[in-house]
């Protein structure tokens, strides 16, 4: 199974895809996209992993997305805090500009819980600038922002925004702390950050933070 990526398609989304894709887990079975949308990046994942399954809250990104079908790609329309999966039933989950969508600690929760031993959580995700270094970042990306839209153009997505997000970039880091132990995180240039953790093989992990 070929991955179907789109080659004229840029934004800060999409951007980042690539890592998402990189932290596959060996062996990976099924793969949950968190705000799955017009399904692009459910639809590449694909070409790692055979079973994947995209949720979203919004019918009209879906129906776009089950107008380009895939076999062994499945989409739901729900929401993934309230959704009756499995625990434990993914070895990947992906959330790319999801997270600040939902309450940010019960969504790292319910990802983690999602996660059987072993797999991997990868969160793409938008944070408010509070620290000089932030807005030293923000001012180049938008430098290289507007030198990406002129080569490659912009493709905008029609899905709902949330604006601007809950958690600043240093909450993030504090309840990466506590919900997710040891995981990388990096601020990223175009307007986003990423968490890459690994659950480990032992019970789910449990903290009590700050909500936001």
């Known amino acids: 199974m070929t991955a179907r990526?789109?080659?004229?398609?840029?934004?800060?989304?999409?951007?980042?895809?690539?890592?998402?894709?990189?932290?596959?887990?060996?062996?990976?079975?099924?793969?949950?996209?968190?705000?799955?949308?017009?399904?692009?990046?459910?639809?590449?994942?694909?070409?790692?992993?055979?079973?994947?399954?995209?949720?979203?809250?919004?019918?009209?990104?879906?129906?776009?997305?089950?107008?380009?079908?895939?076999?062994g790609v499945e989409y739901v329309l729900g929401d993934v805090l309230a959704h009756p999966f499995e625990p434990a039933s993914f070895e990947l989950v992906a959330a790319v500009a999801a997270l600040?969508?939902?309450?940010?600690?019960?969504?790292?929760?319910?990802?983690?819980?999602?996660?059987?031993?072993?797999?991997?959580?990868?969160?793409?995700?938008?944070?408010?600038?509070?620290?000089?270094?932030?807005?030293?970042?923000?001012?180049?990306?938008?430098?290289?922002s507007r030198i990406r839209r002129l080569r490659n153009g912009y493709w905008q997505q029609s899905a709902p925004t949330v604006w601007p997000p809950a958690n600043s970039y240093s909450d993030v880091r504090a309840l990466a702390a506590a919900f997710l132990p040891g995981a990388g995180y990096r601020r990223h240039l175009y307007f986003r950050y990423s968490l890459v953790w690994s659950r480990p093989a032992g019970p789910a992990v449990r903290a009590a933070a700050p909500s936001g």
Not at 64 to 70: G, H, I, K, T, V
């Open 100 to 144: 600040h969508h939902m309450d940010t600690p019960r969504g790292l929760e319910r990802m983690v819980e999602l996660l059987r031993p072993g797999g991997v959580l990868v969160v793409i995700g938008l944070a408010r600038s509070d620290h000089p270094l932030d807005l030293a970042i923000d001012a180049a990306a938008v430098v290289a």
């Open 5 to 71: 990526v789109s080659r004229d398609r840029w934004n800060h989304n999409i951007h980042y895809h690539p890592l998402v894709l990189g932290a596959v887990p060996p062996g990976c079975g099924r793969a949950l996209d968190v705000g799955c949308g017009d399904g692009l990046l459910a639809r590449e994942l694909r070409g790692r992993v055979p079973h994947v399954i995209g949720i979203d809250l919004h019918a009209p990104s879906l129906e776009r997305a089950r107008s380009q079908p895939l076999p």
